[in-house]
């Protein structure tokens, strides 16, 4: 059963547009999400975290947007770098995990195209 | 400022063999400490996570098991190793914090076992 889910394997974006990462959540627990990005042979980067008091939280080029009723959360960046090119990973944790455990949707490809 | 440390980076083993994986955290006092595993095109799924010396969580059962012999060590062990074990390992540490509980991983060890 997957708790957290990232519909989307794979996302292309031009340089300078906006990228937008979704990820779906179905454990009413959870009320902290987190997301990381990931290159290849590397561990993940924390990237930005909102707790389920918040509906957005910006940080620079990232924001994260949480709509508690649909679960459903998501990633924008803007303006998308080549750099940004990389596997983004969508967490939650709550209650029931003594907000200890993370639990990881299967991640997001995203290739900005220069 | 904190630092994590795994290793080795790459390893390849006979199936069959033992297995030792060391991670270490520099920096901070009494972290929660985590395994993770990343299979070939999938998210991270943990495996382990401790909250002190001596406590060790475990998420699914499996071929592998974890020890904290240490406030900043956390050990990754199987006696015999499958071929189902290969993928790439991830260690990470956070310190709760209200809500949050950004977790902050190592640069992962890579296994392929043959």
């Known amino acids: 059963d997957q708790q957290v889910k990232q519909n989307s394997p794979s996302l292309s974006v031009q340089e300078g547009r906006i990228s937008i990462l979704n990820c779906d959540y179905t454990?009413?627990?959870?009320?902290?999400f987190l997301w990381y990005k990931k290159y290849p042979a590397e561990g993940p980067t924390f990237l930005i975290s909102i707790s389920s008091i918040k509906d957005k939280n910006e940080d620079g080029r990232f924001t994260v947007f949480l709509n508690k009723s649909a679960k459903h959360l998501s990633l924008h960046i803007v303006p998308s770098q080549p750099g940004d090119s990389a596997v983004y990973f969508c967490?939650?944790?709550?209650?029931?995990?003594?907000?200890?455990?993370?639990?990881f949707g299967s991640g997001t490809r995203l290739q900005v195209q220069p | 400022s904190q630092t994590i440390h795994q290793w080795p980076a790459t390893l390849v083993q006979p199936v069959g063999s033992p297995l030792s994986l060391e991670c270490t955290v520099e920096?901070?006092?009494?972290?929660?400490l985590y395994w993770y595993r990343q299979a070939a095109g999938r998210g991270l799924q943990l495996l382990f996570y401790s909250v002190g010396i001596g406590q060790i969580s475990s998420e699914v059962p499996q071929n592998l098991s974890a020890s904290r012999p240490q406030d900043r060590q956390f050990i990754l062990s199987s006696k015999k190793l499958l071929l189902s074990d290969s993928g790439f390992y991830l260690c990470?540490?956070?310190?709760?914090?209200?809500?949050?509980?950004?977790?902050?991983f190592g640069p992962g060890t890579r296994l392929t076992v043959l």
């Open positions: 454990n009413s627990m959870f009320d902290y």
């Open positions: 920096g901070t006092s009494n972290p929660n």
């Open positions: 990470a540490w956070s310190v709760l914090q209200g809500l949050g509980n950004e977790q902050f």
């Open positions: 967490a939650a944790s709550g209650l029931d995990t003594g907000r200890r455990a993370l639990t």
